[in-house]
């Protein structure tokens, strides 16, 4: 058995299809089925059940998984501590980020990761369906970190690092009738239209919980996965939106009121998979990110 048969059967059942784990694994696909069916003819016995729309694993396979990600844990380790002998980290490190939030410099924080360990080479992606898609994607083991925004108690399997937040604010057009006001209780916003994240985003979270929590109706009747458009929709009368400040500096044709009696606190954090130990690469950067909040520049 080698770890090349382990690492391709990994990626297999991570991606539920053989030719995405060809991609993810920078092979071509052949390599990827030839692989596996060493393995199984070295086992004896069928670790994938094939069909035209997805992979799955069958009881053989699901046994293996997470041994299999425990041998490759440590294979990675074993060449952390020979490449901190010869002087500098390697490997690939793939982080989850969050679109249009502008808490952290994620270029700047990046770009000083490379110059310090230039060995390493840095995936990053976002997940269509916000912070939770990333956390599927931690607890799947497709992702080392992610940057999120998760309310509350962090979900099973994830250890979340808190970082910073963002406080949401009620943006109105100029000729709305709560224009005119410098705050709103949350109870005033009963029954209003709303421009709002998808189900998944964080700060969709933020918002459900505060309106659930003061038992005030609220509906979306806008989504959009772009925060720094939700002014503009707003300006033009399609609805009023919560946003952050960092997206309405010089936001023209709207307003901007406080919300009281809610916690509408947007947290940022790092979160990290709780089920096994970062490699030397991945500690690295947590260690950065920490230096960077702690002394922001």
């Known amino acids: 058995m080698e770890l090349r048969q382990l690492e391709y059967f990994v990626a297999v059942a ?13 092979v071509v696909q052949s390599a990827v089925s030839a692989a596996i069916k060493s393995l199984e003819r070295e086992l004896g016995v069928r670790l994938l059940d094939r069909n035209a729309k997805r992979v799955l694993l069958t009881d053989a396979g699901t046994a293996l ?14 060449r952390d501590a020979v490449d901190q002998v010869r002087g500098g980290l390697r490997g690939t490190l793939r982080l989850g980020v969050l679109t249009s939030i502008r808490l952290l410099d994620l270029p700047a924080l990046l770009g000083e990761y490379h110059r310090r360990h230039p060995g390493v080479l840095l995936q990053t992606t976002a997940a269509p369906s916000g912070s939770a898609g990333l956390v599927e994607r931690l607890t799947d083991h497709r992702l080392d970190l992610a940057f999120v925004s998760l309310p509350g108690p962090p979900p099973p399997g994830i250890r979340l690092i808190d970082l910073a937040f ?14 005119g006001r410098e705050r709103v209780p949350i109870t005033e916003l009963d029954g209003l239209d709303f421009i709002d994240s998808p189900a998944g985003f964080g700060n969709r979270a933020v918002t459900d919980r505060a309106f659930a929590a003061a038992g005030v109706r609220r509906r979306v009747t806008i989504e959009i996965s772009d925060i720094g458009t939700g002014a503009g929709y707003a300006e033009h009368g399609l609805g009023v939106a919560l ?20 916690d509408l ?5 790092l979160a990290i998979p709780a089920d096994r130990p970062p490699g030397a690469a991945t500690q690295a950067l947590i260690s950065l990110v920490k230096a960077v909040f702690r002394n922001p520049g």
């Open 14 to 26: 991570e991606e539920q299809h053989f030719s995405r784990a060809a991609t993810r694994l920078h």
């Open 65 to 78: 998984l997470p041994r299999a990600r425990v041998a490759l844990d440590a294979a990675r380790d074993a």
């Open 166 to 179: 963002a406080q949401l604010h009620l943006v109105v057009p100029v000729d709305h009738p709560l224009a």
């Open 243 to 262: 946003l952050p400040r960092f997206v309405l500096d010089g936001a023209p044709g709207v307003a901007i009121l406080e919300v009281t009696g809610a």
């Open 265 to 269: 606190q947007w947290p940022m954090s």
